[in-house]
């Protein structure tokens, strides 16, 4: 199992660019348009080269997310836990 930590919670506009591509793939899964005023935290997967992207309003609670990332074969930190949780 793969251990997702934080890289950073941004605005939509804010997000660097280089995670842009994850931001569109998540999109497109869930079927929404990206739109300037969406919160998203961008998660590191370690191991990998790749990122879990979250935008904030699509969860209720942290247990959602837990289990998004349990599906993906990955567990989220306790320090990003605390953090995301405080923006829910």
């Given at each position: 199992?793969?251990?997702?930590?934080?890289?950073?919670?941004?605005?939509?506009?804010?997000?660097?660019?280089?995670?842009?591509?994850?931001?569109?793939?998540?999109?497109?899964?869930?079927?929404?348009?990206?739109?300037?005023?969406?919160?998203?935290?961008i998660?590191?997967?370690?191991?990998?080269?790749?990122?879990?992207?979250?935008?904030?309003?699509?969860?209720?609670?942290i247990?959602?997310?837990?289990?998004?990332?349990?599906?993906?074969?990955?567990?989220?930190?306790?320090?990003?836990?605390?953090?995301?949780?405080?923006?829910?």
């Open positions: 199992m793969f251990v997702a930590t934080l890289d950073g919670i941004f605005k939509y506009p804010d997000i660097p660019e280089e995670y842009e591509p994850y931001v569109q793939f998540k999109a497109t899964i869930e079927k929404r348009e990206v739109k300037d005023g969406d919160d998203l935290a998660l590191s997967i370690s191991g990998t080269d790749s990122h879990h992207v979250l935008f904030l309003d699509s969860y209720n609670n247990r959602e997310i837990e289990k998004e990332l349990k599906d993906a074969d990955a567990k989220i930190n306790h320090t990003t836990l605390k953090i995301i949780g405080g923006h829910l």
